[in-house]
């Protein structure tokens, strides 16, 4: 064993602990102001598309809208009609028919999927008490496994007609939205899954679980203050 | 394949830059003749568009991060270097990523996973530590367009003839008139293998006869 040849097979200058850590820093901090300024750069613009991109939506998961309103909900629970969010309040956007008429409220909710935290959102008509559409804004699941949430046509069809019925007292949904195995739906709010998509169908029918027993009594009983002058 | 690498190392031992620049594209091109990069060429060449993007977003991601490497060489230590070079091209990829979030949201929404996992391509990481790390910024530069085009190209390869087979379009225009069949299975998965396997074919069909001549 030769020990005074230098390894040839590594690339680069050897260094002492002062040296690595320095440029460990040094590149991280290069790095991170890189990736700063690019945020800032896009920000607006990223910003803007994502809210053409979530009005498009609206139209997806309402059938029959032609226009649409955004409404913040407040702290004590009250719907306001808005510009834009605030960045902290939920948000929904009402949805009206050719005579102005409140045909459904786009609602929107996320929770965590398989890779990560799935956005989607969905439609609520009041006067059938039903789920009528939905779509995912932002998903990161497996291609070609998890992403058939969006693809599989029997998977849609879930939300053709969701029921998200109130109980008597308009004060909570009678029977919650709950995901149940693929073939085995038998009441009208089961969300049917997708056998090789299972963690990603039963977060949806999850998300919209969780998402429509809060936002929906709260819609429901404030229908009133979504209609147009 | 590596007769053939060797060969020509031996008959230009300092190689020049269009050489760097040709070896890439051609010759050790990193789908055809390296078989790099496997993931994204199959998953999202399904149509011209979208492999174009994801050719181009890597190609970038390439080009900045054996630059950034190759000016660096001197001042990053070999414990520390994989680390580094990990670091530098995440960076690039996060710019990718808004990047192409500003440009479409639907082409960021059809790349979706496979853009943060150019992080891990190692196509990236073998230049900028077989080559970027031991060269010139210049010769570095040279490389890595040679091999981004390379990626580029064969990622074309791919997208075109399976959304021209599989959609009877290019470039979302309809090319075969409207009595044309489409072949839904070459912008499924297994189109992606079928289509490769076919440009393997045609690629070592050349070569075999090259060769031989």
């Not at chain 1, 809208?65 to 407040?74: D, H, I, N, P």
């Not at chain 1, 949904?173 to 899954?193: A, F, L, R, T």
């Amino acid at each position: 064993m030769s020990t005074n040849k230098p390894i040839a097979t590594q690339t680069g200058p050897s260094g002492g602990s002062k040296k690595m850590l320095t440029a460990m820093v040094g590149i991280g901090v290069f790095c991170a102001l890189l990736i700063v300024l690019t945020y800032e750069g896009t920000k607006d613009r990223i910003d803007t598309l994502k809210a053409e991109a979530l009005e498009k939506a609206v139209f997806k998961v309402l059938p029959g809208v032609t226009s649409t309103q955004m409404y913040l909900l407040g702290a004590e629970g009250k719907f306001s009609a808005v510009e834009g969010p605030d960045g902290k309040n939920p948000v929904v956007y009402a949805g009206y028919d050719d005579t102005g008429a409140l045909a459904g409220i786009a609602i929107e909710a996320s929770g965590q999927g398989y890779a990560d935290v799935i956005r989607i959102l969905y439609g609520y008509n009041p006067s059938t008490q039903t789920v009528v559409g939905f779509y995912v804004l932002e998903s990161k699941e497996t291609p070609g496994l998890g992403d058939k949430i969006e693809k599989d046509e029997n998977f849609l069809a879930n939300f053709d007609a969701l029921s998200v019925a109130l109980s008597e007292d308009l004060s909570q949904i009678v029977n919650k939205v709950v995901p149940v195995k693929q073939g085995s739906k038998s009441n009208p709010w089961e969300v049917d899954g997708i056998t090789g998509a299972t963690i990603s169908s039963r977060a949806i029918g999850n998300i919209i679980g969780e998402s429509s027993a809060v936002m929906v009594p709260l819609i429901y009983n404030q229908l009133d203050s979504f209609k147009k002058d | 394949m590596s007769a053939g690498i060797t060969k020509n190392a031996e008959l230009n031992p300092t190689p020049s830059s269009t050489d760097e620049f040709i070896k890439g594209l051609w010759r050790e091109n990193p789908v055809f003749v390296q078989v790099l990069g496997m993931c994204p060429v199959l998953a999202v060449s399904n149509t011209a568009v979208n492999a174009l993007a994801m050719g181009l977003a890597t190609a970038f991601v390439l080009l900045m991060s054996n630059v950034l490497v190759a000016s660096l060489r001197n001042f990053i230590p070999k414990q520390v270097r994989i680390a580094s070079f990990i670091l530098i091209i995440a960076t690039f990829v996060t710019i990718v990523d808004y990047a192409i979030q500003a440009i479409s949201v639907d082409l960021h929404k059809n790349l979706g996973a496979f853009i943060s996992l150019i992080v891990v391509n190692c196509l990236i990481l073998s230049r900028a530590e077989a080559f970027a790390s031991k060269n010139t910024i210049g010769k570095s530069i040279m490389d890595a367009l040679g091999m981004g085009l390379g990626f580029v190209f064969a990622l074309f390869c791919l997208g075109a003839v399976r959304e021209l087979l599989g959609n009877g379009t290019l470039f979302d225009i309809e090319v075969f008139p409207g009595s044309f069949q489409e072949w839904i299975i070459m912008i499924l998965p297994a189109g992606g293998f079928f289509t490769l396997a076919l440009w393997l074919l045609l690629f070592n069909f050349f070569k075999t006869k090259k060769v031989q001549a």
